[in-house]
């Protein structure tokens, strides 16, 4: 009976831990788009075009695409800025990339297109696009 018990509550313990880290990694991607409405807010860069990953990012690519959005990031815009090296520092963070790791097979990220061959648009698109990514992460992540 006690080995029931114990069982039952390992299972009940553990379907907790995997429901909190949901609610951790979705209440990051929701810091992160709060820092991306800052930073879109703040945009001065109207002319500059970054390499930007397609608006239609397939689930295995995602977390291409956000290293991918990382690295434009890091060299295009000034980091300097406080709010554009705080989102950065947000999309560098493990659990960024956990929410954003949209792959349920595991290992398809060699068919993702890379970075420099993606076309360059305005910087506005780059974080339209960015924000996008982000929405549809936090919208998986509070379906499941």
Do not use: W
Not at 29 to 53: A, F, I, M, Y
Not at 82 to 94: A, D, F, G, T, V
Not at 99 to 105: A, I, P, R, Y
Not at 112 to 135: G, M, W
């Amino acid at each position: 009976m006690k080995l029931v018990l114990l069982c039952l509550l390992a299972v009940c313990c553990s379907s907790l831990a995997s429901a909190t880290d949901m609610t951790l990694e979705r209440r990051k991607l929701v810091e992160v788009l709060r820092q991306l409405g800052d930073v879109k807010d703040s945009l001065q860069h109207g002319e500059l075009l970054v390499n930007t990953p397609p608006q239609n990012i397939e689930d295995c690519c995602c977390l291409s695409a956000l290293r991918c959005f990382r690295a434009s990031l890091h060299v295009q815009f000034n980091l300097t800025e406080r709010r554009q090296n705080k989102l950065y520092r947000s999309l560098k963070h493990p659990i960024t990339e956990r929410g954003l790791d949209l792959c349920k097979s595991g290992n398809a990220v060699a068919t993702c297109a890379t970075c420099d061959s993606h076309p360059k648009t305005t910087a506005r698109e780059f974080v339209n696009r960015l924000e996008s990514l982000i929405q549809k992460a936090i919208s998986r992540l509070s379906v499941n």
